[in-house]
């Protein structure tokens, strides 16, 4: 299937994709939707269709949603940008077409973000709040392009996981009002890495990270450890749909049910969301994606018994 033209802001868009969801996809390629996710499409008992996407080898990339995956002879996959840190360009400060350029520039930015460089989200999140950039605020938007045009290889090396013993470890962090409106944005990482203890207060994780979100809550914040409770609950809501709990009943209930296997609060220094709600934040995130490892210290924690 090739896409000719993006539909993104064409009225009736939504219409034509409805039009063609249950025509083309269900009838004519014996699709239906699966039961987890309603924008995917999966292949019923019906159809007999068969079909290879690509070939990933050593020696043949794979292109795949705006991102290259390669394959190294010490079975590691590579996950990098595709040639979107060649447009980057820095905001011209007294430009007379500043305003345009920092929102062409801050969203091509935020895609290679998205994709495979985390580090850059936070700055171009709050980028993003400024309808009306200053003179600073342009500063502070070049100095991260600026890093991503230095670092166009930046990105994921996703490493082998014993899956036997693999557990999938939810980072979070909420802060307090750090949007320019005041509101409070959520972010978390999900890794899938394998545990080895170190003592009873220390353990290192070993893995991969699979996902790394942010979300701007609709509920009025009214302190700090509010947002980290409504960060938590975003993170468990990923794994596990618990959209009609709220609070900490949400937790407690997870956790009799033994859908939620073990909490723990752990040192803000060792903590990879933290890149996520902070301009200065820790090297978590950084020592996770550049050695798939890191050293976490815990200073409180709930054990089942």
Same mark, same amino acid.
């Given at each position: 299937?090739?896409?000719?033209?993006?539909?993104?802001?064409?009225?009736?868009?939504?219409?034509?994709?409805?039009?063609?969801?249950?025509?083309?996809?269900?009838?004519?390629?014996?699709?239906?939707?699966?039961?987890?996710?309603?924008?995917?499409?999966?292949?019923?008992?019906?159809?007999?269709?068969?079909?290879?996407?690509?070939? =990933?080898? /050593?020696?043949?990339?794979?292109? +795949?949603?705006? %991102?290259?995956?390669?394959?190294?002879?010490?079975? $590691?996959?590579? &996950?990098?940008?595709?040639?979107?840190?060649?447009?980057?360009?820095?905001?011209?400060?007294?430009?007379?077409?500043?305003?345009?350029?920092?929102?062409?520039?801050?969203?091509?930015?935020?895609?290679?973000?998205?994709?495979?460089?985390?580090?850059?989200?936070?700055?171009?999140?709050?980028?993003?709040?400024?309808?009306?950039?200053?003179?600073?605020?342009?500063?502070?938007?070049?100095?991260?392009?600026?890093?991503?045009?230095?670092?166009?290889?930046?990105?994921?090396?996703?490493?082998?996981?014993? =899956?036997? /013993?693999?557990?999938?470890?939810? +980072?979070?962090? %909420?802060?307090?009002?750090?949007?320019?409106?005041? $509101?409070?944005? &959520?972010?978390?990482?999900?890794?899938?890495?394998?545990?080895?203890?170190?003592?009873?207060?220390?353990?290192?994780?070993?893995?991969?990270?699979?996902?790394?979100?942010?979300?701007?809550?609709?509920?009025?914040?009214?302190?700090?450890?509010?947002?980290?409770?409504?960060?938590?609950?975003?993170?468990?809501?990923?794994?596990?749909?618990?959209?009609?709990?709220?609070?900490?009943?949400?937790?407690?209930?997870?956790?009799?049910?033994?859908?939620?296997?073990?909490?723990?609060?752990?040192?803000?220094?060792?903590?990879?969301?933290?890149?996520?709600?902070?301009?200065?934040?820790?090297?978590?995130?950084?020592?996770?994606?550049?050695?798939?490892?890191?050293?976490?210290?815990?200073?409180?924690?709930?054990?089942?018994?």
């Amino acid at each position: 299937m090739t896409v000719n033209k993006p539909l993104y802001g064409i009225a009736g868009a939504g219409t034509h994709w409805w039009a063609t969801y249950p025509g083309h996809h269900k009838k004519k390629l014996q699709m239906e939707t699966s039961s987890f996710d309603p924008c995917l499409l999966v292949s019923s008992a019906e159809s007999h269709d068969f079909g290879i996407v690509g070939n =990933l080898t /050593t020696s043949a990339p794979v292109t +795949f949603n705006g %991102g290259t995956l390669s394959l190294t002879g010490e079975n $590691t996959l590579i &996950l990098r940008q595709k040639g979107q840190g060649n447009k980057l360009a820095l905001v011209p400060i007294n430009g007379p077409d500043a305003k345009q350029k920092y929102v062409e520039q801050r969203a091509r930015g935020a895609y290679s973000a998205s994709i495979c460089q985390p580090e850059a989200c936070f700055n171009l999140s709050s980028a993003a709040h400024h309808q009306d950039p200053s003179s600073d605020d342009i500063k502070n938007l070049n100095r991260r392009l600026q890093w991503q045009m230095d670092h166009p290889d930046r990105g994921f090396t996703f490493i082998s996981v014993a =899956l036997p /013993t693999a557990k999938l470890f939810v +980072f979070v962090d %909420g802060f307090f009002a750090n949007n320019v409106d005041f $509101t409070s944005q &959520l972010r978390f990482v999900i890794v899938l890495a394998n545990e080895k203890r170190v003592d009873d207060d220390t353990f290192t994780i070993a893995g991969n990270i699979v996902h790394f979100p942010s979300t701007k809550p609709k509920r009025v914040m009214r302190s700090v450890l509010a947002s980290e409770v409504y960060g938590l609950l975003a993170g468990l809501g990923t794994t596990k749909e618990k959209r009609l709990m709220i609070n900490i009943m949400a937790l407690r209930q997870s956790y009799e049910r033994r859908e939620l296997h073990e909490v723990r609060w752990i040192n803000g220094s060792d903590n990879p969301a933290d890149t996520f709600t902070k301009a200065s934040p820790n090297q978590a995130l950084e020592g996770l994606i550049s050695g798939n490892k890191i050293g976490i210290r815990m200073e409180g924690w709930v054990t089942r018994r």
